[in-house]
């Protein structure tokens, strides 16, 4: 029986889910109505992640239709690549913290991915940090968490 892309996607999903969900177990702050915490919204990634990969899965299962090549060895290393980036911006808040680090992520992931589109730098550096600003709003004024601020700035 060959593993088509749905079910292994799927199953990715369902199982970084599961991953996702067991990390939040570790936060020591519970869960309560009055103050949800920091494990409400990793938790309904998890759960998302769970319910969209069990779909996937399910779907791609029974589904009948021939599948293409998907990925070829160019899609692989942008894959890789990206990953790298994602290291790096974990590494960079840890350093650095989030109003530094994630504009200069975005900035390169948007770089990235625009290949063959008409998007400018400017254009690129404005989204860049009017996302940033406008997370870093939400969460530190609407939900008066913090964010990281990085070994440097403690």
Known sequence: MKIKRDQLTGAVLVILGI????MTT?????????YPGPRMLPSIAAFGFVACGLGIFVEG???KKEEKVYLVKAGWIRVAITLLVIAAYIA???VVGYLITTPIILYVMTTMFA???KSTVKGRILFSVLVAVIIYVIYVYAFGLTL?????FD
């Open 148 to 152: 990281p601020a990085g070994m440097l």
């Open 115 to 117: 290949k063959g589109s």
């Open 26 to 34: 570790t936060f020591s702050l519970p869960i309560t109505a009055s």
């Open 61 to 63: 299962t029974f589904s």
């Open 92 to 94: 960079g808040m840890t």
């Open 19 to 22: 991953i996702v969900f067991l």
